[in-house]
């Protein structure tokens, strides 16, 4: 593939403080450059990135309305070292303002995840596969 490809995620959220203070606990780290008042840009790795939006300047970029937080339209995923790095995401969720298993734990052996959400409502789950078990 030509150049290097990076995803930017943008979500609405009611707090950026609260927010940004989730996204730190699961591993994420603000970039400053691309952070103001009203948006805060979180690196997951060197391609992949969230934009926490609040809701005044995500209504900049769309008139559709910001689904409530008990509703799903996507599901996100970022994978883990191991097993302890997942249960570990989705205590930190739970601990910082999120909810940790909202969904049933999926244990297949060599792979395991489980979901959390966000103090917004959006879905997130934490997945390890074993390298292994695709050879």
């Not at 609260?18 to 400053?32: D, R």
């Not at 302890?84 to 999926?106: F, L, R």
Request: glycine letters at 8%; charged letters at 20%.
């Amino acid at each position: 593939m030509p150049g290097n490809k990076t995803i930017f995620i943008s979500l609405p959220v009611s707090s950026l403080d609260a927010s940004v203070t989730f996204y730190e606990a699961l591993g994420f780290m603000k970039n400053p450059r691309f952070s103001d008042d009203t948006a805060a840009c979180m690196a997951w790795s060197e391609t992949i990135r969230v934009m926490l939006l609040t809701h005044e300047k995500w209504r900049t970029f769309t008139t559709r309305p910001i689904p409530p937080p008990t509703s799903s339209e996507v599901g996100f995923s970022l994978t883990c070292d191991d097993r302890a790095s997942v249960d570990a995401m989705n205590a930190a969720a739970a601990a910082n303002g999120g909810a940790a298993d909202v969904n049933p734990v999926q244990d297949h052996g060599f792979m395991y995840g489980r979901d959390m959400t966000d103090p917004d409502g959006h879905v997130w789950g934490a997945v390890w596969m074993d390298p292994a078990a695709g050879s």
